[in-house]
């Protein structure tokens, strides 16, 4: 019969080696879910790629404008950020957690930019700096002083 030194101590270990496969598991979502981050960025990265090599044409004269591709951009743009809430809630849980995030940083970066490509710009634009950058950005574009236009 084990004396109490003993079987207090082989408690201890089952729990100890108990709490480590649960540290383990957790360890090994957190990996997982940073491929997810990585992928988000990547593949918002493609969506915006996506977007700048459409205007460019545009500028260039290369095709004419057309709502619909416009509204499939924006479409696909809304649909990277579906489930964004839901993966940063995953990333607060694990940062809270103590666990350094790879791509945390980028990805709140792509939704903070996506949220802003989707906000109408009269809701955007609300205070007036942003209103007169906005405005010098359309009159530059206007008279051929804009980056497409260079590049062309």
């Known amino acids: 019969m084990p004396d ?6 082989l408690r201890l270990y089952v729990d100890v080696s108990q709490q480590w496969k649960a540290d383990h598991q957790e360890a090994l979502g957190c990996y997982k879910f940073e491929d997810i981050l990585a992928r988000g960025v990547q593949v918002f990265g493609l969506i915006v790629n996506t977007d700048e090599n459409w205007r460019a044409a545009i500028c260039a004269g290369r095709i004419q404008f057309e709502e619909a591709a416009r509204d499939e951009i924006l479409a696909a743009f809304r649909l990277w950020l579906q489930p964004c809430d839901a ?4 990333l607060a849980y694990f940062e809270g957690a103590g666990f350094d995030v790879k791509h945390a940083y980028d990805f709140r970066s792509c939704v903070r930019e996506c949220q802003g490509i989707l906000t109408p710009d009269e809701q955007f634009f609300v205070d007036d700096r942003l209103v007169e950058l906005r405005d010098e950005a359309l009159d530059q574009h206007r008279d051929g002083n804009c980056l497409e236009h260079r590049a062309s």
């Open 4 to 9: 109490q030194l003993l079987d207090r101590e």
């Open 87 to 90: 993966i940063l809630q995953h």
